[in-house]
């Protein structure tokens, strides 16, 4: 079969990948969404060739880039080219606002939540929510870019420059856990390895923020909220975050729809790559 590799380079994940689909007899290709173009009643398209497209990163781009680039994934799709995740997860996954209402709407539990756009609406909600709050961007990964407010003076200024460049206030309320959360890796209606990421000196858990990760053996209750946090987000393939709080509650609090495995893999033992690869050639509703 042939697999195109979506992404913004060629960097470990798109190199595992390869490494996977050659192994199992695949003839894999790292493409660049930047690069790709279309046509329309005409016999070229870059993506025509190929039997099944997994989507590993999307790069930054204007709203016309990224907008072109989920089209074609659309237009993959509906020529019946499987394409994993299905663009319309990654159209929910990738915006903080559009998942978490998914997840609430469903009646899984994720932290207290406000998305504004104007400074004073934001400085109210930062109250209500306890003057406590983590600001997110409203697209973004691993971490980057969230910072914790507690400080009044410091978030009205915060969200007096988010408001005067044009940008989206997602904020949430703070919850104390015990310094570590679960990233649980859902494939195909199934938890194939889940790690929990322990904060080193930052309040945030995320590996490449500096948390480390040790194995985790998930309880029913664990298993079947991630499973059901993917699914309600229409992800085959995720990473789901939860977060225990203080009252022994557990939040979701992301499901990425395209979740890395560099420290996962290793620390579980599971090759994630050759997982993902399998399930797309051999499981995936779609696949031939």
Same mark, same amino acid.
């Given at each position: 079969?042939?697999?195109?590799?979506?992404? &913004?380079?060629? &960097?470990?994940? @798109?190199?595992?990948?390869?490494?996977?689909?050659?192994?199992?007899?695949?003839?894999?290709?790292?493409?660049?969404?930047?690069?790709?173009?279309?046509?329309?009643?005409?016999?070229?398209?870059?993506?025509?060739?190929?039997?099944?497209?997994?989507?590993?990163?999307?790069?930054?781009?204007?709203?016309?880039?990224?907008?072109?680039?989920?089209?074609?994934?659309?237009?993959?799709?509906?020529? &019946?080219?499987? @394409?994993?995740?299905?663009?319309?997860?990654?159209?929910?996954?990738?915006?903080? $606002?559009?998942?978490?209402?998914?997840?609430?709407?469903?009646?899984?539990?994720?932290?207290?939540?406000?998305?504004?756009?104007?400074?004073?609406?934001?400085?109210?909600?930062?109250?209500?929510?306890?003057?406590? /709050?983590?600001?997110?961007?409203?697209?973004?990964?691993?971490?980057? &870019?969230?910072?914790?407010?507690?400080?009044?003076?410091?978030?009205?200024?915060?969200?007096? @420059?988010?408001?005067?460049?044009?940008?989206?206030?997602?904020?949430?309320?703070?919850?104390?856990?015990?310094?570590?959360?679960?990233?649980?890796?859902?494939?195909?209606?199934?938890?194939?390895?889940?790690?929990?990421? /322990?904060?080193?000196?930052?309040?945030?858990?995320?590996?490449?923020?500096?948390?480390?990760?040790?194995?985790?053996?998930?309880?029913?209750?664990?298993?079947?909220?991630?499973?059901?946090?993917?699914?309600?987000?229409?992800?085959?393939?995720?990473? /789901?975050?939860?977060?225990?709080?203080?009252?022994?509650?557990?939040?979701?609090?992301?499901?990425?729809?395209?979740?890395?495995?560099?420290?996962?893999?290793?620390?579980?033992? /599971?090759?994630?790559?050759?997982?993902? @690869?399998?399930?797309?050639?051999?499981? $995936?509703?779609?696949?031939?």
């Amino acid at each position: 079969m042939r697999i195109a590799i979506l992404s &913004g380079g060629s &960097g470990w994940h @798109v190199q595992d990948v390869l490494r996977a689909a050659h192994e199992l007899g695949h003839d894999a290709q790292a493409i660049d969404f930047r690069a790709l173009s279309a046509s329309v009643n005409a016999t070229t398209n870059p993506l025509a060739s190929f039997d099944a497209i997994l989507v590993r990163t999307m790069p930054a781009g204007s709203l016309e880039q990224v907008v072109f680039r989920m089209d074609l994934l659309h237009e993959s799709a509906a020529r &019946g080219v499987p @394409v994993l995740n299905p663009p319309r997860a990654v159209e929910v996954c990738v915006d903080k $606002y559009l998942t978490t209402a998914r997840l609430a709407r469903a009646g899984i539990a994720t932290p207290p939540t406000v998305v504004c756009q104007k400074s004073e609406v934001a400085m109210t909600a930062f109250t209500e929510l306890g003057g406590d /709050v983590v600001l997110k961007p409203l697209f973004g990964a691993e971490g980057r &870019g969230m910072c914790r407010l507690t400080d009044s003076e410091t978030a009205w200024r915060t969200f007096r @420059v988010l408001e005067q460049t044009g940008q989206v206030i997602y904020l949430q309320q703070f919850v104390r856990h015990p310094g570590w959360d679960i990233r649980a890796f859902v494939l195909g209606g199934r938890v194939i390895a889940s790690m929990r990421r /322990v904060a080193g000196n930052d309040w945030r858990t995320n590996v490449a923020q500096g948390g480390t990760a040790e194995r985790a053996s998930l309880s029913v209750e664990e298993e079947r909220l991630a499973i059901r946090a993917a699914e309600v987000v229409g992800c085959p393939v995720a990473g /789901v975050d939860l977060l225990p709080g203080p009252g022994g509650e557990l939040f979701v609090i992301e499901v990425n729809a395209v979740p890395g495995w560099k420290a996962l893999a290793p620390t579980c033992g /599971v090759d994630v790559a050759k997982e993902v @690869v399998q399930f797309l050639t051999r499981e $995936y509703p779609s696949c031939p």
